[in-house]
Each structure stands twice: as C-alpha cells, then as structure tokens.
C-alpha cells in the first residue's frame, strides 16, 4: 500500500500479514449491515436483496433483537425456489427457517490471511465487524478488490481467472438455470454466444419487483430464461494488470468481468490475494 507510513518504510511484505484496518483503513466500517428480523417473511429478504446484492454489503445479517445470528442472501432464496414454492409461499415461511447460521464475525487487527482462509471454508466471502456507533459494519469481496487495487504485483487478471464459461441459453427453464448455478457454485451464468449474464439478483429481482414475490404464481420454475433482463460483462484481455482489473470490477454496477477463456469476479480477487507474490 502506497504511501502508508506503517507498512515497514517501504519494505516489501506479503500482503497477507497485515491486518484490515491497514489494508482498509478508510473504508473498512464504511458500509453499515442491512438486516432482517429471524421472524420477518422470507418476502421481506426478497424485496431487500436486489438492491444489496453485489454490493459492498452483499448478504442480509439477520437478528434477533438486536444480536446478528445469521445471514441470508441470494444462494439461501434459490435453495429455496427449487423447493417448488406454492402459493404465498414467500409471505408465509420465515426468515429463520432458511438463513444461513455460519455468519462470521471479525475485528479490525483479523489479518487479510485469516479473513480468507474463513471465507475458504464457509465458501462466502462476507463478514461482519463491530463499529464505533455499537453495531456492525459489512465487508464483503468487492470491499477486498481495494487491496487488489493498491498492491504491488506483476501478476495479470488471467491468472485469478476461473477457467472455462458457464452459459445458459434463453430457452432453458429457470429451474435448469438456478440448478447449474448451484451445483456450478456460482452466481452468475453466460448467455451463450454473449457477453450477456443472468444473476441471483436478476432473478430474485425478477420474483420481487414482476411477480409480487409469485405470490399467485405456481409455475415460474418452469418458465424460460427469455423472460430476465440481462446484465452485460465487461470484455477484458487476460494481459491486463491485476490492477486494472480491479479497478475495472470495483466500478461496476455488476461486477463480471469475461476473458477470452474464463471469468473473473471480486471472489476470484479474492482468491487469488493469496499469492505470495503480493506485496505492499
């Protein structure tokens, strides 16, 4: 990190060492959590999430009272979809029934080494920290790609990049689609021939804002995938800087970026902090 007096007078370190309130210093409290209450209708995450997935808060910290004791997102609401949802089914199941209890707490000294090897093993990389006002602070993987932005590498996009495309077609049914994206472990999917992708907040956007979270609607699983507007990835060479293609990533609405032979997203950023060949 450039400029940083308390990072050794210039001497080169790996970037794994140093804790998030150096890697992060002005901006890792920055973003205050959205919650939802373990007794709210998963309908009230539905309507909440297009509007904070991708972001840099990500997930929904859910409470009771006041106490975080879980977490929902994109991934727990098309679990849930494949359960074939009947009628109200949104309004009439409770948030606490499907959330997620892995919801990892840190502290401004967790070194970035340890915040990703938790990420490795909860497999998601958001995570919550106390702040000053006596609440919590989200930091999620786009907030990470700031590192990514500062650091001193050669290293090149293409090599964080997660080989191979995965693609949909517009004919698929939604339940064919949200199933790749699962068993896939990703959130996003390729129109074929394009540089066109849906997402879990595309299709939750879809249920929440067009179809009054199906509340009427008993076949939407299977439906095709003609009926989603579509986000549109950024084309990026696999030559480009580590860098530049945080930068580039970090200023997207939808971050995605689409290579010739593979994607990048701010989790495979993340992954890819990991090298030792970062310094700061």
Not at 41 to 60: M, W
Not at 88 to 96: A, S, T
């Amino acid at each position: 990190m450039e400029g940083n007096s308390n990072l050794g007078q210039g001497r080169k370190t790996g970037i794994l060492q140093y804790p998030l309130s150096i890697l992060l210093k002005t901006s890792l409290l920055s973003s205050p959590i959205v919650t939802v209450s373990e007794d709210d209708p998963v309908k009230e995450a539905v309507n909440l999430l297009p509007h904070n997935l991708e972001t840099f808060t990500d997930s929904l910290v859910v409470v009771r009272g006041e106490v975080p004791v879980g977490l929902i997102g994109g991934s727990e609401i098309l679990e849930t979809l494949l359960e074939r949802p009947r009628e109200n089914f949104f309004g009439k199941r409770r948030i606490g029934e499907i959330m997620r209890r892995n919801l990892v707490i840190l502290n401004p000294e967790t070194t970035l080494g340890e915040v990703i090897d938790t990420w490795l093993h909860t497999g998601r990389a958001f995570a919550i920290l106390p702040n000053k006002y006596h609440g919590y602070s989200a930091i999620s993987a786009r907030r990470l790609l700031e590192v990514g932005m500062t650091c001193k590498t050669s290293m090149k996009i293409g090599e964080v990049s997660r080989g191979g495309i995965l693609t949909f077609t517009k004919s698929q049914k939604v339940r064919e689609i949200i199933k790749s994206m699962l068993e896939n472990k990703t959130r996003k999917l390729v129109l074929s021939g394009t540089s066109e992708f849906i997402s879990d907040r595309i299709i939750i956007q879809r249920i929440s804002r067009d179809l009054n979270c199906l509340d009427g609607v008993d076949d939407f699983l299977e439906t095709d995938g003609g009926q989603f507007k579509l986000d549109t990835a950024m084309r990026a060479s696999e030559t480009d800087s580590l860098e530049k293609g945080c930068r580039l990533l970090y200023g997207m609405e939808s971050p995605y970026l689409l290579l010739p032979r593979g994607v990048v997203t701010p989790w495979d950023v993340v992954m890819g902090l990991r090298s030792e060949n970062l310094v700061c």
